[in-house]
């Protein structure tokens, strides 16, 4: 396994962090007269005229309290699409490195790769959705240093092998990112309590999903101390604003609130599993561990377009690699699915 500190861009061994104006003062203050902030107020009814903490020093604890790891391993940025993007930045020399994704998956890690002129070689899952690790083995070299697994996969559902994994956190020469924005669905346990055997291990969470929260773009990465002081030199510096901090903090104080929602929402994606498989119409449901079901339909654009017609809106997945005729339903509300149902039967 790849040691951190070797496989960040040289270039950035030297770079300081932006300074800030709190930076620069610690202790207690009544007067703030260091950061050109509006001293009178703000436009709006509640203030927001004080920049923000760039080190989101109340999130990170109670997110260390939620999660059992210490907030040294810890880093918040907007959306876990901008940990994505400076993961990137941070390990991969552009057209000289390159990141591996197995397709089908997320999107974003090829977008954000093409954006910093970064390669994506893709080694894809097989067709019932697994890690290819013989092919893996054979890809990967020096310049591979970002591996992007997504578990739950998205737009797939299933959960990848957890042996495979581990021996490619044993073997992989660079480092190895585990997306879990569906974790909270999954009857699995987090790779986070690896973190502590895998320096070369990040795992990526998020509070848009299961926490309800994708509008106020919070994402967590969580790795090894060196890999997280780097993304906090690297991030902008108020890459959280108030708003996004002190809302974030509210959702995290209602972790019973999102336990009742996943259980429901499992409820609901069981009994939309068990309906759906019964459908003529219906060639395949793959097996989830997430809050969305992959379903593989005959006429599948046809019914796409009858759903659209009738202003209920799913994801469709035909053109990716092994998803032919596959359309992403996400779990609604149980009013929202049985409408779903209702459309299907009379689709057929
Ligand atoms: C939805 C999703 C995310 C979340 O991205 P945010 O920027 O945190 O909203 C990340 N990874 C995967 C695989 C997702 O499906």
């Not at 969470?205 to 299961?210: I, N, R, Y």
């Not at 510096?237 to 429901?264: C, F, G, M, R």
């Not at 209920?312 to 149980?334: A, Y």
């Amino acid at each position: 396994m790849g040691s951190p500190e070797n496989l960040i861009r040289d270039h950035l061994k030297e770079v300081k962090a932006y300074s800030s104006a709190r930076d620069e003062f610690e202790g207690e203050a009544e007067v703030f007269l260091d950061a050109n902030e509006n001293s009178l107020g703000s436009a709006t009814e509640v203030l927001y005229n004080r920049y923000p903490d760039p080190h989101h020093k109340a999130l990170k604890q109670r997110w260390s309290e939620i999660k059992g790891i210490s907030t040294d391993r810890i880093f918040f940025g907007n959306g876990s699409d901008e940990p994505i993007d400076l993961l990137i930045r941070l390990f991969c020399e552009p057209r000289q490195d390159h990141i591996i994704t197995m397709p089908p998956t997320y999107g974003m890690y090829s977008v954000s790769a093409a954006i910093n002129a970064v390669e994506n070689v893709l080694v894809p899952l097989t067709p019932d959705f697994r890690i290819d690790f013989k092919e893996l083995k054979e890809v990967w070299n020096g310049s591979s240093k970002l591996l992007f697994l997504c578990s739950p996969n998205n737009p797939t559902g299933n959960l990848l092998s957890r042996e495979i994994i581990l021996d490619i956190l044993k073997s992989f020469p660079g480092i190895v990112v585990v997306d879990e924005a569906y974790i909270d669905f999954s009857s699995e346990p987090s790779w986070i309590a690896e973190l502590e055997h895998y320096r070369n291990l990040v795992v990526l969470q998020t509070l848009s999903k299961a926490w309800g929260m994708a509008g106020i773009r919070v994402g967590v990465a969580m790795g090894d101390p060196f890999v997280i002081s780097m993304l906090e030199k690297i991030k902008p510096p108020y890459n959280l604003s108030l708003a996004n901090q002190t809302l974030a903090l509210e959702a995290l104080s209602h972790e019973a609130k999102k336990i009742d929602q996943v259980k429901i929402l499992l409820e609901e994606r069981d009994k939309l599993k068990a309906v759906l498989a019964d459908l003529p119409l219906v060639q395949e449901v793959v097996s989830s561990h997430a809050n969305f079901l992959l379903v593989r339909f005959e006429r599948s654009d046809e019914l796409f377009d009858y759903l659209i017609g009738h202003k209920v809106i799913v994801r469709n997945r035909t053109k990716e690699l092994h998803c032919k005729g596959c359309l992403r339903i996400t779990v609604g509300t149980p009013a929202e699915n049985s409408r779903l149902v209702g459309l299907l039967h009379s689709f057929e």
